[in-house]
């Protein structure tokens, strides 16, 4: 269910609560305290009110917010006692199907974090690979009380971001959305290479877990991005590209087995909202590839 | 034990045939209707005259012969009942080492191609990885009579030139290793890259094996080729480069998680006896490589 | 002056052959015969019903009609005494600017042609350059008369697709033009180089004549194509990037003087209304092109 | 005519001065000074006393020393009337062959020099094309009498260093001679590229001077460096590959004209000791190069 700006610039307070309340989790009063401000230009402008209204609030209150966060993949979850938005987040990077041993490895980390800081960890998973997370939660864990604070403030915010750009359509949408795309250009016929086979996949430590899969097309490209619409998980990723049946099907000779069957591009994404342009060049013989734009 | 090609060339036919006679699989006829022309000017002309013996027999003889290799990974090499080459030869692929399953996989191949052909199926194992290995097999199955009769001489060819160039040293010396060699170009900062770290893994279907390691020296090469002084085995292969530690150590920033950390190139090896040299040039955003020489 | 193809469409003969009747050279039978068949539903249709008028009338008709072409570069142009389409035509490629050597060689190719042939030497200009031209008239000297009676028919329908695409606008243009376009990618910073000054250059023989210059936008591109909106003259070009200030304003240290500092990229087009993209992919010690997409 | 190091330690002084003594242009104190340090380990260690005589020189003698040295492309050069090795020297980067107009230039330009720093313009020529002269001529000119004095003493030490490697052999010789090489990769079908004709030019401004051509081996290399045995001199130098007759004998098609014919490389050279590899990669629709090692 969305909601256009403008029809959230006339709500009462109510209609304005049940809008765009739950964006802060388990705090109404970011709504309420926000409301008396419409009307927004933007939906960033929204979203940079609601900012304001946490920033001001008393440290206490800060602190009483951060608590009514769920854990990371806690039994709150397990449960089903968090809100749809958290339950969905969650799912996004796979931590609702943990293994055992997994879920035990977040249950140390989770109680770690919250005896040293005394909130739970926070952390935008819609932006992070199962990978990531577990990296930013070994990194955080050793940040001082002040950094830490701030960090999981910063991570509200990129939370509530994402959530008021999914329920508020508008001017001045927030940048929420990265992408990832390709081309495989075939130098040995000076021309983009037509349907080759694409798979991408994302590695949670040496293990590639299959994404999905494209075929390129006149272009050279693939129809829709690799990834797009959506934050880019900060992760390792690899893409292959079956060249070799493509240099096959154009009848070219480059051994037996041919020198390029399946060439695999491995890179890393660090900016969730950013372009990644991560061509193909290839001949038989030969191939490169750069971030491109 | 090794022999000298002036040695060979002045033994009698007792001497010959306990020096060079067992390269051909149970076979002493071959080094003694070779003894008679001496004197050899080269090792490769004393494979050649070996050759011409078995060319030279009568097509009976020649399966005889055929007939008396062992079984690829059979019951015969398991229970040691073989040559020390043939032992040798097999343990190279890793057909010492199956499972239970591949096992039983091999003895199945093996009795559909007796059945099919009348004599075991020989292959040079030491020119092929395991999954070339079963490549072959499931390939030469199709083969009518004459050909793969053929066939099998010729691996036979190829398994006591390297007999022969295993036993005795002298003047041209057939030509039976293969070379795998890489460079790493640093073209960001323009020079070789020093101190990279360097993994080389096989492929068994999708699974990569490792192999060995390596660190590039000032030059950015390796001190010993990645394979050398054999043959390179045919069969797909992966090469991976920490550039992600390199352009940490440089203190270049590109990204965090950097966007290129291992850098994998895969390829195949069809030529055993070839020069693969596949080099690595890259900066923090992207890479090339190709087969040069 | 141009016309829309719904008014031509609406035309009565006379106004017909006024508004296009000029674009088959002193033949406006063409546009007469062409008026009957109105509707046209493409501009690409009334082309090519006005070359099927030609392709129909019998072969006395089309040589007089190839006889009617001026001379390219001869003295009815230099006296003015052509239509103003050819005159616009011939200086394009610089025919009107030759110094008094070029016109004595022109001048021999052409009563050489016109001796063998009959007519005068017809060459779509637009689509050349003057390196090019050169090329094509000692080339088609070298036809027998059947082939270059077709070669001297098909220069036409260049010619009056272009003179028709200038004319008349509406649906279904025909497709005259082509596109020359560039890329800078600082591989060494991993994103676009801004601020790199292009220069392009067109080869006469080994001398190389500046066309124009431009700079690189915010995405490594130029605002407009390096050519576009007419066809690509077929000939050999260099385009000139100034990657050396580009680094030096980036504060990278690339020796005194730096590896690199004016790159050169030199390549030949040989489809006028084709799609030339010739990025540079560069670092301060590296670069590489090719034909993209 | 040469000496051996081994003579050249058991000479008495005459003959040691007139085995080295010129060196130092018009200053046989400095091979004097260094004839009692003999016996000599290495030629480098001869050069090594011979700086270290001039460096401990009174300043007056210093300075008269660099008033012995002739004008770069002066008159005493047009004269005759200077030693063997400067003539030499001064025809290495064409100063013996200026036009008037250069001559002019250079004579300007060592009034100017002389008249702020009291001794002539000295620069190893053999490290320098023409137009690095130049910019070192105009470049000098600004620094400070102490920067410049100290400039020219290190040329008179790269002079030398020239000199005695040239008259003297021996072991621990100085490192004066740089490499420019190249290397010619075909992509397109994987192996080096043979018979590729290289033509390698130098520029004095916008012209690009013709100094050699090659053609590439069955290795893809040129049999000898393009420039060896002596200083690479710093400038910008050009190396034209002529890969479109390639292609062609190859029977490849990239249109016509061929996308690429000529490819021209141009950089700079800044390390007159160091060693340039310009390797090429080229299919028919792409070429990459780097500074490799």
Not at 108 to 119: E, I, M, S
């Amino acid at each position: 269910m969305t909601v256009t700006l403008a029809d959230l610039n006339r709500m009462d307070l109510a209609a304005f609560e049940a809008a765009v309340g739950e964006s802060f989790e388990l705090a109404p009063w970011v709504a309420a305290a926000s409301h008396a401000k419409r009307p927004f230009a933007t939906v960033s402008d929204l979203h940079a009110v609601m900012m304001g209204a946490v920033r001001a609030a008393p440290r206490d209150t800060q602190l009483a917010f951060l608590r009514n966060h769920p854990d990371l993949a806690g039994k709150a979850a397990r449960a089903g006692a968090i809100t749809d938005d958290s339950k969905d987040e969650q799912a996004s990077a796979g931590l609702d199907t943990l293994s055992e041993e997994e879920f035990v490895r977040f249950h140390r980390l989770n109680d770690a974090y919250k005896a040293k800081f005394g909130f739970p960890f926070i952390v935008c998973v819609r932006r992070h690979t199962r990978d990531s997370i577990l990296v930013q939660f070994e990194r955080r864990l050793g940040h001082d009380q002040a950094t830490e604070f701030a960090a999981a403030l910063q991570e509200v915010f990129f939370i509530t971001r994402l959530r008021i750009a999914g329920k508020v359509t508008g001017e001045g949408m927030p940048n929420v959305n990265g992408r990832l795309s390709t081309h495989v250009l075939d130098t040995h016929a000076g021309r983009p290479a037509i349907g080759v086979a694409i798979e991408l996949y994302e590695f949670t430590g040496e293990k590639a877990h299959y994404i999905q899969s494209a075929i390129t097309n006149a272009d050279g490209r693939t129809d829709q991005p690799l990834i797009g619409g959506r934050p880019l998980p900060i992760g390792r990723y690899e893409v292959r590209f079956a060249v070799g049946d493509h240099f096959r099907r154009r009848g070219i000779e480059a051994g037996d087995p041919p020198f390029l069957d399946i060439v695999p591009l491995r890179f890393s994404v660090a900016e969730p909202e950013g372009h990644y342009h991560v061509p193909l060049l290839c001949t038989p013989w030969s191939y490169s590839t750069y971030r491109g734009s």
